[in-house]
């Protein structure tokens, strides 16, 4: 017999979230400290992001309110289609920018511009899924 989908979204308030954080737990500090953007950006980049991450979540709540939960696991999908590739994008660029690959003045213009946009994607994106993620655990 399989296991029904429904059953488990609804024990996930109960087990889900409480065994996620603990499975982190012991990657919390590492998982803060990844650098995703060279601190030549920071802190003015750090605090920009920040900001649009709360917009994020607060237009992610604004777009999901009231949505059935599929539709609200859609929009959650959606934001994890910005959050992955934003995060490659930075990690990528973190570990191979200077030491691995050097560009052109021109080339690396552009890809310093990928960068600041991917890292404010990561932000964008994380706000996103854990605004629609509060509206799924309340029942919203």
């Given at each position: 017999m399989p296991f029904p989908l429904a059953r488990f979204?609804?024990?996930?308030?109960?087990?889900?979230?409480?065994a996620f954080v603990s499975a982190l737990s012991p990657w919390f500090g590492r998982l803060i400290d990844v650098e995703l953007i060279s601190d030549?950006?920071?802190?003015?980049?750090?605090?920009?992001?920040t900001l649009l991450g709360a917009i994020g979540a607060m237009v992610g709540v604004a777009l999901y309110m009231g949505k059935v939960p599929v539709l609200q696991r859609r929009g959650m999908l959606r934001g994890?289609?910005?959050?992955?590739p934003a995060f490659v994008i930075c990690?990528?660029?973190?570990?191979?920018?200077?030491h691995i690959w050097t560009f052109e003045p021109a080339a690396s213009?552009?890809?310093h511009f990928i960068w600041i946009v991917a890292y404010i994607g990561v932000?964008?994106?994380?706000?996103?899924?854990i605004g629609i993620a509060y509206l799924l655990l309340i029942g919203a």
């Open positions: 979204w609804a024990k996930w308030k109960t087990w889900g979230v409480p030549f950006y920071q802190p003015r980049l750090g605090a920009l992001a994890l289609w910005l959050l992955i990690l990528v660029f973190t570990l191979s920018v200077g213009v552009a890809i932000f964008i994106g994380l706000g996103w899924i």
